[in-house]
């Protein structure tokens, strides 16, 4: 995608002349109040469970870092990834998906809840920055791919999507493979880290052993425990980042893609892996699912986060004055109150998010 066959923003503003379209809206996603936030919300782990555990910013660098590299690989727009990349998750509520989970039964009565179109609400309504327009005016392909992000785990209702019809930029997919690679393997080291995985249990799989016999063989005689593991983690990376260059490239030739109008009227998505590599990453994600994300010690602090933030969004339907001045005016301008409460919630981090459910509900508590 050229930055110059933009279809531009919503409000019209003179560009730039030093930055391409992609790259401001990049710089502006950098400095909105709801990417800071991603450093206290939840990946698996909650904040305050350890500091060296994955936030939603760090995971969040580190898909820009993997989709930007894929993309210079394949020589395709870089600010665009990278703008995509750090906004993929900007609408995540706290305490990850259980919080999602809490907030789509919570609103399923009253226009639901997908954090991707929570994303496309913050940049284009909630962050207030600019006199002349709500939100950050950015441009069209980012809020389209903000808009369509798709992983396994998440899955947009494509009938809400902008031009729907259309399939994803190249960009908006390597976004969302890299968010897949990022999380897949960097949960291993949160599990590993947290004593919920072992390596003997990975030692099952044909992938682990596979890039584990590549750090030994590298590094023959030289590797302590804990090196051998980043070790193994960063050759996992890396044959899953060259795979996905090399099946992309290979596609898209048997695709005959040329040009953007190509890649949109493709029925399928471009960007993956080989068939060898998506048979080998079947069984971790497997693993990870039922030993990681549902053990006990996960699903227990997520059960305790989805009972906060319901009992928070009744409680803040029953009693709006207890709203922030500025959430309180538009309960009152809108008449239904659950999409502000909804937003109030959603922006949230995990910490403030319990320390506002203690002062709601602990009688000894300050307010």
């Known amino acids: 995608m050229k930055s110059r066959a933009t279809r531009g923003r919503q409000h019209p503003e003179p560009e730039d002349p030093y930055r391409t379209v992609y790259r401001r809206d990049r710089d502006r996603i950098i400095h909105t109040t709801a990417f800071r936030r991603l450093e206290y919300k939840t990946q698996v782990f909650v904040n305050h469970e350890g500091d060296h555990y994955r936030t939603r910013l760090t995971h969040t660098l580190e898909v820009a870092q993997i989709a930007v590299s894929v993309a210079r690989s394949l020589r395709l727009n870089e600010d665009l990834v990278e703008a995509v990349a750090l906004a993929h998750d900007i609408g995540h509520p706290p305490f990850g998906h259980a919080g999602e989970d809490a907030l789509r039964d919570l609103m399923k009565d009253h226009g639901g809840f997908e954090h991707n179109i929570q994303g496309l609400r913050i940049v284009d309504l909630l962050e207030q920055r600019y006199p002349d327009f709500p939100g950050l005016n950015l441009s069209w392909e980012v809020r389209e791919s903000i808009n369509k992000h798709r992983t396994p785990y998440d899955q947009p209702d494509l009938q809400i999507a902008l031009d729907p019809s259309l399939a994803p930029l190249l960009e908006g997919q390597i976004a969302d493979v890299a968010d897949e690679i990022a999380y897949d393997n960097h949960d291993i080291d949160d599990g590993l880290r947290s004593g919920i995985l072992k390596e003997e249990t990975l030692s099952d799989l044909e992938v ?111 009693k709006p004055d207890q709203l922030p001045d500025g959430l309180q005016a538009r309960t009152a301008h809108d008449g239904d109150p659950h999409r502000a409460v909804c937003d109030y919630i959603a922006g949230m981090t995990d910490r403030y998010c319990l320390q506002e459910y203690k002062r709601l509900v602990d009688p000894f508590e300050r307010v």
């Open 208 to 318: 682990w052993c596979r890039a584990r016999r590549i750090v030994e063989e590298r590094h023959p005689g030289r590797l302590t425990p804990d090196v051998r593991k980043y070790q193994t983690i960063r050759a996992l990376i890396n044959e899953q980042v060259t795979d996905l260059v090399a099946a992309t490239a290979e596609r898209l030739a048997a695709h005959g893609i040329e040009t953007v109008e190509d890649v949109r009227g493709c029925p399928e998505r471009l960007v993956g892996f080989s068939d060898e590599m998506r048979a080998l990453r079947l069984p971790l994600k497997t693993l990870l699912w039922k030993q990681l994300y549902h053990h006990y010690r996960v699903v227990r602090m997520a059960d305790k986060a989805k009972r906060s933030i319901t009992e928070l969004f009744h409680l803040y339907l029953e």
